[in-house]
C-alpha cells in the first residue's frame, strides 16, 4: 500500500522506510510509521500512521461427500461443516442445489446426480472474502456400482524367523480385515502382512474380509500360507589336531551345504588349517530354508623332544664322575625320563652309575613318543 505525507517541502519517513512524501510499503504485521516533515525554513515536525495488518480469510480446500436418495438404502444426510476445516464461514447453495437445514444436506427423495455449496468466509476489509466449493453426490444406493472383491494371495512358501511376507491382491480387489486359522500366525489385520520371525512353522489359512457398504455387500476371499521350519544345522563337535595334520569335518541336517572360505559345498570336508580356525557351515533343506552352525579345529603345535644324546661315566667317582643330570642332554623341556629294559631308576632326572656293571644304559625322553637314548659306557675296573 502507499502512504502519503504533506505539510512541507522535505520528509523522512521512520525505519529507513523513505524519503518521499509517498513511500510504498509491504509490512507483514501491523506497524506505525512516524514521518519528519521540514518546511523550507528548516523546521519540522513529526505525525504516526499505523497501517492494520488483517489475516487472510481462509475457507479450506474444496471438497466432497456421497449419501444416497433413501435413507432406508443408506445414509442420505450429511452435516456439511464436517466436510470444512475452518469455522465462521457461511454455506449457500449453487445453482439448483436445495436449501440446506441449517448446515446439514438431506438427499432424501432428491434425484441423484451433483449438489454444490459454496462455503465462503469473510475477509476483515480491505482484505477479500475466501470461498471453498462442497460437492454432494446423491447415489441410488439400492444397487451396487461396484461389488468388491478381497482376493490375495502369498508367495508361499516360506521360511520361519526370516523378515516378512506380503499379501499380492487380486486386479481390483481390496484389502479389508485380515485374520488367521489356526493361531500362530503373527499377521496385520489392516495390510495382511505376517511376521515370519515371530509366527510359527505350519500351514494357515488367511481370510480377507472387505465389509459391507451401502449397497455393497460384504466380501471374504482366502488364501494359504506355508512357513517351514528352519533345518537343524550340525556342523559336529570341535576338533584339535597337531600342526600340519588333516582332518575331515562333517556336517548334518539338510540337502545342501556350504562351507566358509571356500572350504567346500559338500557334507564332508577334507582341511588341513595352519592355525586355530573357526569353520561355518551352511545348510540348506528341501524347501530352500538354510540355517548355519559352527565348528572349532583347534592346531596344535607339534611336540619336540629334540635329538638323541649320550654321555659316558664311570663306575666309580673315585675314579672319575659317575652321576649326570640327563635333563642337561636334552633340548626340550617338559618331557618324561623313563628307563629302557634293565636301566636303573633315576634319581630325578640324575643318573648315577657308582657300583653298576660297566655298559650302555638306556633312556627315552617323551614329549610326544619321540625317544632320546643315553648310550653310557662304564669303563672295567681293576682291582
Known amino acids: 500500500m502507499t502512504l502519503t505525507a504533506s505539510g512541507g517541502t522535505n520528509y523522512q519517513w521512520s525505519d529507513g522506510a523513505g524519503n518521499t512524501a509517498s513511500i510504498s510499503i509491504n509490512p507483514v504485521a501491523t506497524t506505525t510509521y512516524t514521518v519528519t516533515v521540514s518546511d523550507a525554513a528548516a523546521c519540522s515536525a513529526t505525525d504516526d500512521v499505523t497501517v492494520i495488518v488483517n489475516n487472510a480469510a481462509d475457507a479450506g480446500a474444496d471438497n466432497s461427500a456421497t449419501v444416497c436418495d433413501n435413507s432406508g438404502e443408506g445414509s442420505s444426510a450429511i452435516d456439511l461443516s464436517t466436510l470444512v476445516s475452518a469455522a465462521g464461514g457461511v454455506f449457500a447453495p449453487i445453482g439448483g442445489a436445495p436449501a440446506l437445514a441449517g448446515t446439514t444436506f438431506d ?14 468466509v469473510a475477509g476483515i476489509a480491505p482484505c477479500p472474502d475466501d470461498v471453498a466449493t462442497i460437492s454432494i453426490t446423491v447415489n441410488d444406493c439400492a444397487a451396487c456400482p461396484n461389488p468388491p472383491t478381497a482376493g490375495f494371495s502369498y508367495a508361499s512358501p516360506f521360511c520361519v524367523g526370516v523378515g516378512t511376507a506380503s499379501i499380492t491382491l487380486d ?17 496385520n489385520a489392516t495390510t495382511g502382512e505376517v511376521d515370519l520371525v515371530a509366527s510359527t512353522a505350519g500351514t494357515y489359512t488367511v481370510t480377507n474380509t472387505v465389509a459391507a457398504s451401502g449397497a455393497c455387500p460384504q466380501a471374504t476371499a482366502t488364501a494359504n500360507i506355508s512357513i517351514n521350519s528352519l533345518p537343524t544345522a550340525d556342523a559336529g563337535i570341535d576338533q584339535s589336531i597337531c600342526q600340519g595334520d588333516n582332518v575331515t569335518l562333517t556336517a548334518s541336517g539338510g540337502t545342501n551345504y556350504q562351507w566358509s572360505d571356500g572350504a567346500g559345498n559338500t557334507a564332508s570336508i577334507s582341511i588341513n588349517p595352519v592355525a586355530t580356525t573357526t569353520y561355518t557351515v551352511t545348510v540348506s533343506d528341501a524347501a530352500a530354508c538354510s540355517a548355519t552352525d559352527d565348528v572349532t579345529v583347534i592346531v ?11 654321555a659316558t661315566v664311570c663306575d666309580n667317582s673315585g675314579e672319575g664322575s659317575s652321576a649326570i643330570d640327563l635333563s642337561t642332554l636334552v633340548s626340550a623341556a617338559g618331557g618324561v ?9 633315576l634319581a630325578g632326572t640324575t643318573f648315577d652309575g657308582e657300583g653298576l656293571p660297566t ?23 681293576l682291582l
Open 107 to 120: 438427499g432424501e427423495g432428491l434425484p441423484t446426480g451433483n449438489y454444490e455449496y459454496s462455503y465462503t
Open 171 to 187: 486386479a481390483g480387489a481390496t484389502a479389508g480385515l485380515f485374520t488367521a486359522n489356526p493361531a500362530g500366525l503373527s499377521i
Open 300 to 310: 596344535n603345535n607339534a611336540a619336540d623332544a629334540g635329538a638323541d644324546n649320550s
Open 337 to 345: 625320563f623313563a628307563p629302557i629294559g634293565g636301566a636303573p631308576a
Open 359 to 381: 655298559g650302555n644304559y638306556e633312556y627315552s625322553y617323551t614329549r610326544r613318543a619321540l625317544p632320546l637314548v643315553l648310550m653310557m659306557w662304564l669303563p672295567s675296573v
